[in-house]
């Protein structure tokens, strides 16, 4: 499986942005796929997850603010990030798990939110 993703820049806080990750390659058999994200100096973490048939997982720091949204046809998934703030500044790594939970990963996208 290969992911690129896609969607990153730089806004100013309480602006929005939305990230794109495409999946290719054996795509038959991601079952999840979802966001994480490293700041400087910091560990990466959990921004969000779905599941093939739609199940959402949030950070609470994220919850009401960033939604995650997956098209299976297009082997696709986005996470819209609104009311962005600066401490949401990463780079935003996408994330699959395989049916028999293989971690594969995209290449990150730079997020940064100006104050």
């Known amino acids: 499986v290969q992911l690129q993703a896609s969607g990153g820049g730089l806004v100013q806080s309480g602006g929005s942005l939305r990230l794109s990750c495409a999946a290719s390659?054996?795509?038959?058999?991601?079952?999840?796929m979802g966001w994480y994200r490293q700041a400087p100096g910091k560990q990466r973490e959990l921004v969000a997850t779905?599941?093939?048939?739609?199940?959402?997982n949030y950070a609470d720091s994220v919850k009401g603010r960033f939604t995650i949204s997956r098209d299976n046809a297009k082997n696709t998934v986005y996470l819209q990030m609104n009311s962005l703030k600066p401490e949401d500044t990463a780079v935003y790594h996408c994330n699959a798990v395989t049916i028999i939970s293989i971690n594969e990963w995209g290449q990150g996208t730079q997020v940064t939110v100006s104050s």
């Open positions: 779905i599941t093939r048939g739609g199940s959402t």
């Open positions: 390659g054996s795509v038959f058999s991601i079952n999840v």
